[in-house]
Structure formats: C-alpha cells, structure tokens
C-alpha cells in the first residue's frame, strides 16, 4: 500500500566536506513500485558546500514525471540566511538509465540582498554589486557535463594590504565547462574570464 514518512530533522554528510541539514522531508511511496511512485518534499533545508558558502531556506520536491522512471527535480532557496529566493534547481533524472539534466540559476541580485553575510568581510557598498550566476548538469552514458556562467559587476573591496583605499568597480565575467567520465574517472576541466 501507499506509504509516508516523515522526518523532522536530518542531516547528510559526505566524506569529500560538503554536507546538508534539513528540517522537514516527507518521502511518499506505493510499497509495490517504490521507484515508479516515490516523491521527496523538502522544507528548511541547508546546504554547506565549503566554508562560508552555505545555501540556505532550501526547499523543495522531487516528483514523479509524465514518463515513467522519470523524476522531476525543483529547488529553490537562499544563500547565508538571506530573506527570498536567490536561486531555483530544476531538471529531471532517469535513475535506472543513469541520466539526467540540472540548471541551477541565480538571477542577477544586488549584494545588499546578502549583507549580514558581508558585513565583516572585505567588500564595500553592497548595494552597488551585482552578480548572476548559472550552472547546468548533463549526465548521459556515464558521463557527467558541466557548463556554468558567472557574471559580476560593480564590486568594491577594501583591504588595506591591497590598498589604501576602496578598491571601485571590479566586473569580471567567466564560464567553465567540462565533463567528468565515471568509468574512466577523468576530470576535463576548461575555464576563462572574460
């Protein structure tokens, strides 16, 4: 019969450093066809993926989609405790073919949006930065792609072993892309700025 379950507080750690809490996931499921009927919500997530990069007020499903064995993945979230969504996730995933497709996208916001996370750090005038951000994930024949855009304009900084003043208006655009093939365990990794 149709099950749920539901967990209050759950954490998942990797041994690579990058690891997640969340508060609230319901998992759903039909006991006789477990992977063609499961779904995953979840509510008050985090996600730490290095040191003062956490991403936060993640929530979120995935679902069942039209085609079977295929899953529907949608996240958003915030970024340091920061109030509204900043980025979405969304895409699909095929388990039993091992493939699938994720575009993780921030649109442009000012760094105001973030402030209690850079009040003590080296950057100045928040409301003047502004940053947009997108990374997408292809997965086919054991092989993952990868191509991400990160664009950044206005950005000030201040330390005084850098200067003796605010350093104004530093814009940098960049792209990486790559692939990394699970059989072979090769990592292909091509970057530039622009």
Same mark, same amino acid.
Do not use: C
């Given at each position: 019969?149709?099950?749920?379950?539901?967990?209050?507080?759950? #954490?998942?750690?990797?041994?690579?450093?990058?690891?997640?809490?969340?508060?609230? &996931?319901?998992?759903?499921?039909?006991?006789?066809?477990?992977?063609?009927? #499961?779904?995953?919500?979840?509510?008050?997530?985090? &996600?730490?993926?290095?040191?003062?990069?956490?991403?936060?007020?993640?929530?979120? #499903?995935?679902?069942?989609?039209?085609?079977?064995?295929? *899953?529907?993945?949608?996240?958003?979230?915030?970024?340091?405790?920061?109030?509204?969504?900043?980025?979405? #996730?969304?895409?699909?995933?095929?388990?039993?073919?091992?493939?699938?497709?994720?575009?993780?996208?921030?649109?442009?916001?000012?760094?105001?949006?973030?402030?209690?996370?850079?009040? %003590?750090?080296?950057?100045?005038?928040?409301?003047?930065?502004?940053? !947009?951000?997108?990374?997408?994930?292809?997965?086919?024949?054991?092989?993952?792609?990868?191509?991400?855009?990160?664009?950044?304009?206005? *950005? !000030?900084?201040?330390?005084?072993?850098?200067?003796?003043?605010?350093?104004?208006?530093?814009?940098?655009?960049? !792209?990486?892309?790559?692939?990394?093939?699970?059989?072979?365990?090769?990592? %292909?990794?091509?970057?530039?700025?622009?």
């Amino acid at each position: 019969g149709k099950l749920s379950l539901i967990m209050g507080d759950l #954490a998942l750690l990797t041994v690579l450093g990058p690891y997640a809490s969340m508060q609230g &996931v319901v998992v759903s499921a039909d006991s006789k066809d477990a992977l063609d009927t #499961a779904s995953v919500k979840v509510g008050g997530g985090e &996600v730490h993926l290095w040191p003062g990069m956490v991403l936060t007020g993640v929530t979120g #499903a995935v679902t069942q989609a039209k085609e079977p064995g295929r *899953l529907v993945i949608q996240f958003s979230g915030g970024y340091g405790g920061a109030e509204g969504t900043l980025w979405q #996730a969304s895409g699909w995933l095929d388990p039993r073919a091992e493939s699938g497709s994720l575009l993780v996208k921030a649109d442009r916001f000012t760094f105001d949006r973030i402030a209690p996370v850079l009040e %003590q750090s080296m950057v100045r005038d928040f409301d003047k930065t502004a940053i !947009n951000a997108e990374l997408r994930l292809e997965l086919a024949d054991q092989v993952l792609r990868f191509q991400g855009l990160a664009d950044l304009v206005g *950005l !000030n900084v201040f330390h005084p072993m850098l200067s003796e003043s605010t350093v104004r208006d530093i814009s940098q655009r960049g !792209n990486l892309e790559g692939s990394y093939d699970r059989r072979a365990r090769v990592l %292909q990794v091509a970057g530039f700025l622009l």
